[in-house]
């Protein structure tokens, strides 16, 4: 037995892993994320698995066997609105739960937030940005935006420059996610690839089912105290298979976006047919043709108002 594992009074020489995983607090945070967030089996499942890579971390440095703080970096990849920001929030909690980062909040930033405009501006910029960042999670949205090769006076190389050296620098106090398209994000690993070496983590968001869609669908509504009667669900159903074939097609931001538009609608059916009070039930009621008024039933394009850049 080394130096490094002889039990003392601070050092232990059995770690309850059970018993860690119960005082972190971090099985609470595994159930919500469970009970909340619908599907993404792969993802939950790589979770877990990081959650219990930095339970070991833990027992082994109370063991003294640990000697560095492992890499957090990851990378999220997937189709916009595939849940990618709420699991950042989510794992943001985790590693605070866990002792690695101070904080816990997470900052959520695109390429207009870090790279200037002139000569000057994006260091301040971006440093601004990662000391709003410190102690906690900092979420780089569509991140292969940051580099364009193809404009020989574009800044966003400075504030690459800058990211890698606090990421290595800096990594026991702030934790990075790049997030954005999977193809686009290996390429933007092959042009940068201080960022592949500094990325322990590569998780995959895969898109949502129809049935899964629906039920985010219901979900939703509820949140807001409203209800599809079952015309309407058979109409939303209808419409989420039919709206996946179209361009720009978001997952649950799209669903999001139909709904506010299916409550539109219902409130000016409401209006403009009232012929007495009405009770909470019409009130809160989604009907059949809520839904089917929607152009994607006439073979229309429902073109989402809020759309990522490269969707666009």
Do not use: C
Not at 201 to 223: K, R, S
């Amino acid at each position: 037995m080394t130096d490094a594992q002889t039990p003392t009074p601070d050092r232990p020489a059995t770690v309850d892993l059970a018993a860690a995983y119960e005082a972190s607090g971090v099985k609470d945070v595994l159930n919500e994320m469970d009970s909340t967030m619908i599907g993404l089996a792969p993802v939950k499942g790589r979770i877990r698995e990081t959650a219990a890579l930095l339970l070991v971390d833990q027992a082994r440095r109370q063991m003294g066997l640990a000697t560095e703080t492992p890499t957090l970096h990851m990378s999220f990849t997937g189709n916009p609105g595939t849940g990618k920001t709420s699991v950042a929030n989510r794992m943001a909690n985790l590693l605070h739960r866990l002792g690695y980062v101070r904080k816990g909040h997470l900052v959520t930033v695109t390429r207009d937030d870090l790279v200037g405009q002139y000569i000057g501006h994006t260091a301040p910029k971006t440093k601004e940005v990662l000391k709003k960042a410190m102690g906690g999670v900092l979420f780089i949205d569509e991140a292969y935006y940051l580099y364009r090769p193809e404009n020989e006076r574009d800044y966003g190389q400075e504030a690459i420059e800058i990211l890698l050296q606090v990421m290595e620098n800096n990594r026991d106090d702030l934790v990075v996610i790049l997030a954005g398209y999977a193809d686009r994000m290996d390429r933007f690993f092959d042009s940068n690839p201080g960022f592949r070496s500094r990325i322990a983590h590569h998780i995959e968001f895969p898109d949502y089912t129809d049935a899964e869609l629906l039920q985010i669908a219901e979900v939703m509504l509820n949140q807001q105290n409203y209800a599809f009667d079952p015309d309407a669900r058979a109409a939303m159903a209808a419409y989420i298979t039919a709206r996946r074939g179209q361009p720009h097609f978001a997952n649950a931001r799209s669903i999001r976006n139909a709904l506010d538009r299916a409550r539109l609608r219902q409130a000016n059916r409401l209006f403009n047919a009232a012929a007495g009070p009405l009770d909470a039930t019409a009130l809160s009621t989604i009907t059949d043709p809520d839904i089917r008024a929607s152009r994607v039933f006439r073979g229309g394009l429902d073109v989402d108002r809020t759309r990522s850049r490269a969707a666009e």
